[in-house]
């Protein structure tokens, strides 16, 4: 009985059924018996040190198919990442795209290509693929954060950094604020716009700051509410969407800082170019894919591996937030 027949049986992974023969890898202990009991059943005959070695020394990547329609940076960074780390020791990356509720194609690679475990780019509320993989036992590793505690996970503060933030631009004296953020079904993207939130008010001054979430698709209202009054700083949720809102408002005619600022909650090497330059959050993106390639490795490879791992961020703060003022102070 080879370990196909076995996997199909058991609605397991090939490689699944290769880590509790092995006794080398991560898996449940409950299925790590009951592969164990079935392959004795059938007189699979098997021992630690015969049955090493079995894996593919395949690991997939999943992409999330929007990815190659916006600009961001974050994607390539770290799949270089991951890919260099991978690399390194000796492993292959399989690279594929997966949308929300898709599985056929994660289910025909998980079963053809025998891969030995999957990183995730980006972590969804509701989440088809990390559930799907979970139940085929298949070691797991998220460029983010999710409930279950078996899964490898590397994130930054989205909430502590973007809190940060709000408090950083309240006390430059902005209190008029427009929030731009899409697809809230993105965890980072809700960390953001809670964090933000949270950082612009409570202050003991009694100057309230004001704002107002808009879509992507509500950035022509934006634009009006500046030439209102009503906005003072445009917040940008990510670098790709900075980067149209830059576009819009040089192109409507606006000065930045002096007539509006702009940050975003994401920052990219694209952001340094314009003039200003763009207040972000900056992170060390090819890291942060190499840290959780090695963890989940790791995991693979029998050796310790941390399950929740914290990715640096620092404030980079330019000139597209300083008024002439705060210019002076600053300099």
């Given at each position: 009985m080879t370990l196909k027949q076995i996997a199909c049986e058991l609605g397991v992974s090939k490689s699944t059924v290769s880590r509790a023969l092995s006794g080398k890898g991560r898996i449940g202990e409950k299925t790590r018996e009951r592969i164990r009991a079935y392959a004795r059943q059938n007189g699979v005959v098997f021992d630690d040190e015969s049955c090493r070695g079995t894996g593919s020394r395949k690991i997939a990547v999943i992409i999330p198919s929007d990815a190659y329609a916006v600009t961001t940076q974050y994607f390539y960074e770290i799949l270089l990442g991951i890919s260099e780390a991978a690399e390194s020791q000796g492993w292959e990356v399989l690279i594929t795209t997966g949308t929300e509720n898709e599985l056929t194609g994660i289910e025909s690679l998980v079963e053809k290509e025998n891969i030995d475990g999957v990183i995730l780019m980006r972590s969804l509320v509701k989440d088809q693929i990390l559930d799907y993989l979970i139940q085929r036992n298949i070691p797991v590793a998220i460029a983010g954060s999710c409930?279950?505690?078996?899964?490898?996970?590397?994130?930054?503060?989205?909430?502590?950094?973007?809190?940060?933030m709000g408090m950083l631009l309240y006390s430059l004296g902005y209190r008029k604020f427009g929030l731009v953020i899409s697809k809230l079904g993105y965890r980072v993207n809700r960390a953001r716009r809670d964090g933000f939130l949270s950082g612009i008010q409570g202050h003991i001054t009694g100057n309230e700051a004001d704002c107002v979430i808009?879509?992507?698709?509500?950035?022509?209202?934006?634009?009006?509410?500046?030439?209102?009054?009503?906005?003072?700083?445009?917040?940008?949720?990510?670098?790709?969407?900075?980067?149209?809102?830059?576009?819009?408002?040089?192109?409507?005619?606006?000065?930045?800082?002096?007539?509006?600022?702009?940050?975003?909650?994401?920052?990219?090497?694209?952001?340094?170019?314009?003039?200003?330059?763009?207040?972000?959050?900056?992170?060390?993106?090819?890291?942060?894919?190499?840290?959780?390639?090695?963890?989940?490795?790791?995991?693979?490879?029998?050796?310790?591996?941390?399950?929740?791992?914290?990715?640096?961020?620092?404030i980079s703060l330019r000139k597209s937030t300083l008024s002439y003022m705060n210019i002076r102070s600053w300099n």
């Open positions: 409930e279950y505690e078996n899964v490898i996970q590397a994130d930054v503060d989205n909430e502590g950094a973007s809190r940060e808009y879509d992507t698709e509500q950035i022509d209202s934006l634009i009006n509410n500046i030439n209102k009054g009503k906005v003072d700083c445009i917040v940008c949720g990510d670098d790709a969407i900075c980067t149209q809102i830059m576009s819009r408002v040089q192109a409507a005619g606006y000065r930045v800082p002096e007539e509006i600022a702009v940050v975003s909650l994401y920052d990219s090497m694209n952001l340094c170019c314009f003039s200003p330059a763009i207040t972000s959050i900056t992170v060390k993106t090819k890291q942060w894919g190499s840290q959780l390639c090695i963890q989940l490795l790791n995991c693979l490879s029998g050796k310790h591996y941390e399950i929740r791992n914290s990715v640096e961020y620092e």
